[in-house]
């Protein structure tokens, strides 16, 4: 089984106010294309679609560059979704997630129960029940009200199995509200979701407070430390972040002894409260004999993005007398970015001495503080 999600951001959405189209307006410190896009970042999901629109050069330049699959926008939103489900093709895609851009608050759980749901229909999507007296009326005066009994007020993410959605909208004629409503056309039925109040879908200019109080409650930030400490030993380089870096002596360690590295992974580790290298690589077994501390690492990051978090930003302090760490830190910087799939300014790598004082001093080893920040998505 293989699951994509398709956001789509091609709308030109300016009853939000603010002067630019909502998905492009700051929310809590970042863009709501970037908070929805983060929200889909679950390690289930295979693929990610962004729908943009088709003369937004700047936006086609910047999410170029990642690793997400690109589709024009269309006239209409289905349309614009259409493309998004061609953007899939031939990638085995078997489960598809469609989602509004302007949901930046929906939860990961309700994300998995749409998918869930899937296991036993052809398509799910959430409904928040109406609870609300309704009233029909003209002019701003009451003239009536409505049964609210089995009315739902749709949401998204809507998830179907790709092959029958992709057919649907191949075959619709006409304009369709939403994705659900190209389904039931082409003769599928929906399960309803219990949708979430949070998942708010922003459309005027005060939903983005709402949305930040949102947002803000409902994030979980944590914040781990590591320190490691390697001795020298005979050698003409050391690994440090790693970047090798030739000196007189090298670091001793049952693996490669990246002490920089090593400090980072605890961090993280720390961060989700899962131990220390140690404890998911035992020193014990000779299968890590002189293995790359990339490994370390990288199954840290792993396990931080299954818990669903995203790393935030790294700080990492080498301490040493020598070798020199200034010309190699811009290095160091964009190989950690590499392996934790970051941006190299999310990632800090600083040294500084201790005055001769202590074993460091002495030159007789390398430690390294560390601090990882996680951020819950």
């Known amino acids: 089984m293989t699951i994509a999600a398709i956001i789509v951001a091609a709308g030109r959405g300016r009853r939000a106010g603010g002067g630019l189209p909502k998905q492009w307006r700051p929310l809590a410190g970042r863009r709501v294309v970037d908070w929805t896009l983060d929200r889909f970042r679950l390690p289930e ?35 614009s979704v259409r493309n998004g489900l061609r953007a899939l093709e031939g990638r085995g895609v078997t489960r598809v997630l469609i989602h509004d851009v302007a949901r930046p608050c929906v939860s990961a759980a309700l994300i998995r129960a749409v998918l869930e749901s899937l296991d036993s229909h052809d398509a799910a999507a959430p409904g928040l029940a109406v609870s609300d007296a309704l009233w029909s009326g003209t002019d701003g005066i009451v003239e009536g009200t409505r049964d609210r ?88 380089h050391v690994i440090l972040c790693g970047c090798r870096v030739p000196h007189g ?17 605890d961090a993280i580790y720390g ?15 000779p299968q890590w004999k002189g293995a790359a501390s990339e ?51 999310q990632v800090s790598i600083k040294a500084t001495t201790s005055e001769r004082l202590g074993f460091i001093g002495r030159e007789e080893g390398i430690a390294a503080i560390a601090t990882a920040c996680l951020v819950r998505t």
């Open 295 to 345: 490994i370390f690492l990288a199954h840290a990051v792993k396990l931080a993005r299954e818990q669903g978090y995203r790393i935030s930003n790294i700080d990492c302090t080498l301490v040493c007398e020598h070798p020199k760490i200034g010309p190699h830190a811009a290095d160091m910087q964009a190989e950690m970015a590499r392996i934790m799939g970051l941006e190299p300014d």
């Open 149 to 236: 009994m089995g009315l739902y007020a749709a949401q998204t993410p809507q998830g179907f199995h790709y092959d029958l959605i992709r057919a649907a909208h191949e075959a619709r004629t006409g304009e369709a509200a939403d994705d659900v409503e190209v389904a039931r056309a082409a003769g599928m039925k929906v399960a309803i979701v219990p949708g979430a109040a949070d998942n708010l879908k922003i459309t005027r200019a005060e939903d983005f407070a709402r949305a930040e109080r949102i947002l803000g409650h409902d994030m979980d930030v944590r914040l781990g430390n590591g320190y490691d400490v390697h001795r020298f030993g005979p050698g003409d």
């Open 271 to 285: 961060a989700l409260a899962q131990g220390d290298i140690g404890r998911h690589f035992p020193p014990s077994d």
């Open 45 to 79: 999901i295979a693929h990610l679609v962004l729908v943009l629109p088709p003369d937004n050069a700047e936006a086609w330049a910047e999410f170029g560059a990642t690793d997400l699959l690109l589709a024009k926008g269309g006239a209409e939103r289905a349309d």
């Open 249 to 265: 002596r090298g670091l001793q360690g049952h693996s490669d002894a990246d002490v920089g590295m090593h400090a980072v992974t």
